[in-house]
């Protein structure tokens, strides 16, 4: 359903997308994660055909986005990042005049969007701009979907929302899944990366690893600990001082590390630690998460 092979675009001296390639299937939820400023927006965009490449080729639905792209208007959905709707005009509103850009109406499509409006029908009648973030997302998703589209884009659909209404959106995003919808979503937090089929790992333009979640972290040979103290700070620039340290990124209230293979092990790192005064010192070990992955092929990629 979607193809991009080495799609490049750069804005004066910024590389946003350097050679980007990837397909997804048809009925798959593939997910692009990666931190503000990877390149995901300007990829969407590409995609939904609202800024042209400099460099690759792109086809939705076997359309190209350049010479075929009132088709693949007419057939996709997309939710970027930045709230869009009219926010003078109301729930109601807003989804009327949506459905009437795309020449249908909600009770033509009304089970396309039915889980999810029923979730904002009492607030119908209330302005968009005075709905809170998670009833704004939601309204954006239903304006999205009332003309029954093929492929769904959605750019960092729950960036500030809050916990609950992250959940919530995203079992309607699996429920839509499940129908056979096509879904490409992006987002910034890594948690997110599991409720995919597969995801791409993307940094500075560049798409790192692509795969199945579970396959990614299976991929991650490092033994891993998870350290802790009463004085985070300090215990981050002690451990980034200790000369066998590979890898040390704060998790919370952790610091995950790993050490150079061979070099030394948890015994002389603690001992280390021990010199150094850390109070209320834990060291356990732990199996990788997404992130962890995501920040072991940044680093291997930032040294070749």
């Known amino acids: 359903m979607i193809e991009v092979r080495e799609i490049s675009k750069r804005y004066v001296d910024i590389l946003a997308l350097n050679k980007i390639s990837f397909t997804v299937d048809k009925g798959e939820l593939f997910g692009i994660i990666g931190p503000d400023g990877a390149g995901k927006t300007t990829l969407f965009r590409i995609l939904a055909t609202l800024l042209l490449p400099d460099d690759g080729s792109a086809r939705v639905n076997d359309w190209d986005v350049i010479k075929q792209y009132k088709k693949i208007r007419k057939n996709i959905g997309y939710m970027p990042g930045r709230f869009s709707l009219y926010q003078d005009l109301s729930v109601q509103e807003n989804l009327e005049f949506f459905a009437s850009i795309f020449h249908t109406s909600i009770k033509n499509n009304y089970e396309n969007i039915q889980t999810i409006y029923e979730q904002i029908a009492p607030f119908k009648n209330r302005k968009a701009g005075a709905l809170s973030g998670g009833m704004k997302q939601k309204l954006a998703l239903c304006c999205a979907l009332v003309h029954n589209p093929e ?48 995801v791409a790992l993307m940094q500075t333009g560049r798409i790192m690893e692509i795969n199945a979640p579970e396959a990614i972290i299976q991929k991650f040979s490092k033994k891993l600990w998870a350290i802790k103290a009463d004085n985070t700070y300090h215990l981050l620039k002690d451990l980034q001082s200790f000369q066998h340290i590979d890898t040390c990124f704060p998790f ?49 990629d930032i040294l070749h």
């Not at 769904?152 to 992250?166: C, K």
């Not at 879904?183 to 890594?190: A, D, E, G």
């Not at 990788?288 to 072991?296: A, K, R, S, T, Y």
Request: glycine share 4%.
């Open 151 to 198: 492929v769904l884009f959605l750019d960092e659909p729950t960036t500030g929302v809050d916990a609950v209404s992250r959940q919530e959106f995203w079992e309607s995003l699996i429920e839509l899944k499940n129908k056979g919808m096509t879904i490409l979503v992006s987002t910034p937090y890594m948690d997110e990366a599991s409720l995919c089929d597969r």
């Open 252 to 300: 919370g209230e952790n610091i995950h590390v790993t050490l150079l293979h061979g070099e030394a092990d948890m015994n002389d790192l603690r001992k280390y630690l021990q010199e150094k005064q850390h109070q209320e010192l834990t060291i356990t070990t732990i199996l990788p998460v997404i992130e962890d992955c995501f920040m072991d092929l940044m680093t291997e």
